[in-house]
Structure formats: C-alpha cells, structure tokens
C-alpha cells in the first residue's frame, strides 16, 4: 500500500524547484521589465506626434540619442522603427520652421527614407503612409506618382480619428487632382469627422484647403447625425459663413 506521506528527499525537491522558479521569474522581470517601459515610451512619443504635440526645444534630438541607444531586442521591434522615422520627419519640419528649406533639405531626405525602410515592414500603417505622402509632396510636388501614397493610406484606414484630421487636410490641398474614387473616400472622411464631433477639425478643413470643395464636402453630411450637424452649421455661422448645411435650417437675415 503507498503511503501519503511525503519524503523529506521529495520536499526538499518540491522546495529547491519552487525556489528555481521563483529566481527564473524574478530574472525574467528584471530583463523584461526595462522593455516593457521602454515600449511604453516610445508609443507616448508615437501618439504626441500623430496628435501633432508641441515638443520642447533640443527635445526632439534628445529622443533620437535615445531610440538609438535601445537595445537590440528594442531595435527590432516595429514601434521602434516606426518612432524613428515620425521623429526623423517631425525633426526635419520644425529645422524647415526655423531655419527655411535649405537646411532642412538633408533631414527631409533622412526622414523619408526611415518612412520608406518603415513601410517595408509595416506596409499597413495608414498614418506612415500618409507621412510618406506629405513628405514625397514637400520634395516633388503634387505630382501624380506621389498620390499612390494617400491612396495606401486610405486603404489600410479609411477613418482613424486624429490620423484623418491631418489627412483630411492634406488630400483636400490637392483635391482636383484625385481620382473619382478618392474624392468621394476624402468626402466621406469629411463626413466622419462631423460624425465623430471633430467639429473644430472640419471648419477649419472647410474654410481653408477645403473652401473651393465646400458644396461637395457639405453635401456628403446627409447621412451624418443631425446633432453634429447642428453644432458645425452653429460654428460656421460664429465664424460669419453662411453655407447650407443639409436639414439644418438656414437663416440669411445677418442680425439673428
């Protein structure tokens, strides 16, 4: 008959490997920990570039020292990348801001080729695609061949909050030269961000790059949410235009 009893060789096993896995999961802490904190760094750093966030003077280099210094495990992780090349971009408007074209004219070129190195990992990033867009069309223009990369941004995210606000601007800067099909998809992006109460991107979307398209753009709201409506139609009407936005109700007397 087996007995219940435990051996005092067994609990001395039982012992040392309970202690054994208490000191590989301490070690896996303490490796993995670090990484995990510093992911979370650089995805902060991700979304205060796509909210187009203000940053400090001498902040921005400061954060290209860091992402290069990141350890190899890091390196190889796609927001990483990704970092780089959004900072690289960032870094390279705010030299243009300050110091003109030309001596930001090396770290434009910088920036689009970490956006293009970028793209080849993570081909459905819309708002890479996007920054790809905006960059190709600072060095060359609106040219046709630049286009394809709004078209992949659409593509890998129709609608993406704060990544459409700056889209919605940039398509509608170049909007005669779009396809059809691309039209009605910057339309109905428009119409989104009504939709979604991103009123203050809209107006002023609409009343600036958007103002020769304005009777397409308003015309897409029919389907939008009449409260939403209602508070562009209102917005529109404190900044003195006086458009017709569907159902809303529309009063030219200039005293109401």
């Not at 087996?2 to 309970?18: D, E």
């Not at 990483?80 to 030299?95: D, G, H, N």
């Not at 009123?199 to 304005?214: D, F, K, S």
Request: glycine fraction near 6%.
């Amino acid at each position: 008959m087996w007995s219940s009893a435990v051996s005092p060789l067994s609990a001395l096993g039982v012992r040392f490997l309970l202690l054994l896995l208490g000191l590989i999961g301490g070690l896996w802490s303490n490796s993995t920990l670090p990484t995990f904190r510093s992911l979370l760094a650089v995805r902060e750093v991700i979304d205060r570039i796509v909210v187009e966030d203000r940053f400090k003077p001498g902040v921005l280099t400061n954060i290209q020292v860091w992402l290069d210094a990141l350890s190899v495990p890091l390196v190889q992780h796609p927001d990483v990348a990704r970092a780089k090349a959004l900072v690289a971009v960032r870094k390279s408007q705010e030299t243009m801001a300050h110091d003109g074209a030309v001596g930001a004219d090396l770290l434009v070129e910088v920036g689009e080729q970490r956006v293009r190195s970028t793209l080849a990992q993570s081909p459905a990033d819309s708002f890479l695609w996007q920054t790809l867009y905006s960059v190709a069309t600072f060095r060359g223009g609106f040219a046709e061949s630049n286009i394809q990369f709004l078209e992949l941004s659409y593509a890998a995210g129709p609608f993406e909050g704060w990544i459409a606000s700056r889209r919605s601007r940039l398509a509608l800067a170049s909007f005669p030269m779009l396809s059809s099909r691309l039209q009605g998809r910057v339309i109905a992006e428009f119409a989104a961000l009504v939709d979604s109460d991103f009123i203050e991107v809209a107006v002023n979307n609409l009343e600036t790059v958007g103002w020769a398209q304005r009777e397409s753009l308003l015309s897409g709201l029919k389907t939008v949410d009449m409260e939403s409506k209602e508070r562009l139609s209102r917005r529109l009407s404190a900044d003195g235009i006086n458009v017709k936005v569907p159902d809303i109700e529309f009063d030219e007397r200039p005293w109401r």
